[in-house]
């Protein structure tokens, strides 16, 4: 099973921006994973941000915004606000169907 | 709009099985899969399989085969995740996920303890 790995923690400051990725050990990340993105606050159910690498849900903030990077998906914040401290994940699908989840990114807004 | 509404919190012996629900509305039950995750406390999110709710075909990772069935109720737009032999290991929050855009449940709290 591939592993997916995510950065353990990034901090930005308020108003700031910070990138996030997410990168598959079989290789590059492209738009067959269909990429999604999750955010979960302490406590909550994960609510879904990005799917299928760039496209939002209706309750997605416009600073949240999706993409591929570098041979990795990523997740750009463009001015942070206190509030999108959180537990981010990102799932990637592989053939089988298999969905595999990254090991997640703790953001903190400092 | 699309809701899943899981059931409640379950508390199991080692080797017991449980069984929780989610019902779902809001949209036609059998156009969207529906994946089962689960989260151990303090743990990241780990995907545990998937089911069709049209033709019941289901699939899971290879840790869980063997261990969890996943069926459903078109009557009633529910589905259904069994986890059997259940260890202390299994202790998480199970969460059920429309596919697609990716809606969730609220969670279900396993606890499995002697």
């Known amino acids: 099973q591939a592993v997916v790995t995510q950065e353990p923690s990034l901090t930005v400051s308020p108003g700031g921006t910070v990138t996030l990725t997410c990168g598959s050990s079989?290789?590059?990340?492209?738009?067959?994973?269909?990429a999604y993105w999750f955010q979960q606050k302490p406590g909550q159910a994960p609510t879904t941000l990005i799917y299928?690498?760039?496209y939002k849900h209706s309750w997605t903030p416009a600073r949240f915004s999706g993409s591929l990077l570098g041979g990795k998906a990523a997740l750009t914040l463009s001015g942070a606000q206190p509030e999108d401290e959180a537990d981010y994940y990102c799932l990637l699908s592989y053939s089988g169907p298999l969905y595999v989840f990254g090991t997640g990114t703790r953001v903190t807004v400092l | 709009q699309v809701q899943l509404v899981q059931s409640g919190a379950e508390v199991k012996k080692p080797g017991a099985s449980v069984k929780v629900s989610c019902k779902t509305s809001g949209y036609t039950f059998t156009s969207y899969d529906i994946s089962w995750v689960r989260q151990a406390t303090g743990q990241g999110l780990e995907w545990m399989g998937w089911m069709n709710p049209d033709s019941g075909q289901t699939g899971s990772v290879e840790k869980f085969q063997g261990r969890v069935t996943m069926t459903r109720s078109t009557s009633t737009s529910t589905a259904y995740m069994e986890l059997s032999s259940l260890r202390s290991e299994d202790t998480a929050v199970y969460y059920c996920?429309?596919?697609?855009?990716?809606?969730w449940g609220q969670g279900t709290l396993v606890t499995v303890s002697s």
């Open positions: 996920v429309r596919e697609g855009n990716w809606e």
């Open positions: 299928d690498t760039i």
């Open positions: 079989t290789g590059a990340v492209t738009s067959g994973h269909y």
